[in-house]
């Protein structure tokens, strides 16, 4: 069922990118710099949800047993979808003008570590 709607979707905007879908073209340009600043900035938000809610973060940088490795939830840590939808678009959004200017960057210079992000 997921494929089918995908590929029609991608059938139709072959042809041109929908002005509305342009700032995807610019993630997908730099995926690995978005990839490897997502993930401490996710980190960075739920170290502030956990003091915003508890007081404390340190279930953020401990875990009490090996079943628990690397990190344990606090109590009541369980967010809504809606919320956990929230966090992402403003992740998304937040990293977007640090992907357009590194895209812009890998596109005048020529560096080889460039390449690799």
């Not at 991608?10 to 690995?32: E, F, N, Q």
């Not at 940088?61 to 809606?82: A, K, M, Q, V």
Request: some cysteine.
């Amino acid at each position: 069922m997921t494929l089918g709607p995908t590929m029609l979707f991608l059938r139709a905007v072959d042809a041109a990118v929908p002005r509305w879908l342009r700032p995807a073209l610019i993630v997908g340009k730099v995926p690995m710099f978005y990839y490897l600043l997502h993930v401490p900035l996710m980190h960075i938000i739920a170290v502030i949800a956990c003091y915003a809610r508890y007081g404390q973060a340190h279930w953020m940088f401990e875990s009490p047993s090996i079943e628990y490795f690397p990190t344990s939830r606090p109590p009541g840590w369980n967010y809504s979808l809606l919320v956990v939808y929230l966090i992402w678009v403003f992740v998304v959004v937040a990293l977007y003008p640090l992907c357009k200017r590194f895209a812009a960057l890998k596109q005048r210079r020529n560096d080889a570590w460039l390449s690799y992000l």
